[in-house]
């Protein structure tokens, strides 16, 4: 299975009252792991997005099992846990500076027409990104 680490940097202003990061800047975090993670691979959604086509989430799903706070250099681990041709699902691992796994997620994702939002088969308008993510199954 293909996993790319993206390290972040825990910002002040991700933190809450409490000094630990907010819940929904994991969901930012994941954003930032799936870009690299098809950079990794060669592709690039603002290409993507220039050829009229969107990639939006339809479901999101974090874990939460340990706190991060400011300053701590997280982890980022992603790779893709499913793809149909039509729906690509990401997994995603946070883990701090000692290993520790703080946060799991997930989010499923299709691609659509950007004047229509239709949903359009990545295996028919995207066929390099569909052979990269087919291969990514066989691995």
């Not at 027409?113 to 199954?137: G, M, N, T, V």
Request: glycine share 6%.
């Amino acid at each position: 299975m293909k996993v790319v680490s993206t390290n972040i940097t825990v910002r002040y202003a991700e933190t809450d009252q409490m000094g630990v990061v907010h819940h929904s800047n994991y969901i930012v975090w994941f954003e930032v792991g799936r870009t690299d993670f098809i950079k990794e691979l060669g592709f690039h959604y603002a290409e993507m997005e220039k050829s009229g086509i969107l990639s939006p989430v339809i479901d999101v799903h974090c874990s939460y099992k340990k706190p991060t706070t400011y300053g701590e250099v997280v982890t980022i681990n992603t790779w893709v846990e499913d793809y149909d041709g039509l729906r690509v699902t990401y997994g995603y691992e946070v883990k701090n500076q000692k290993n520790e796994v703080c946060v799991t997620g997930y989010s499923i994702h299709v691609c659509v027409k950007q004047d229509s939002f239709r949903p359009i088969s990545i295996r028919k308008h995207l066929p390099d990104w569909h052979e990269a993510y087919e291969k990514l199954k066989h691995k």
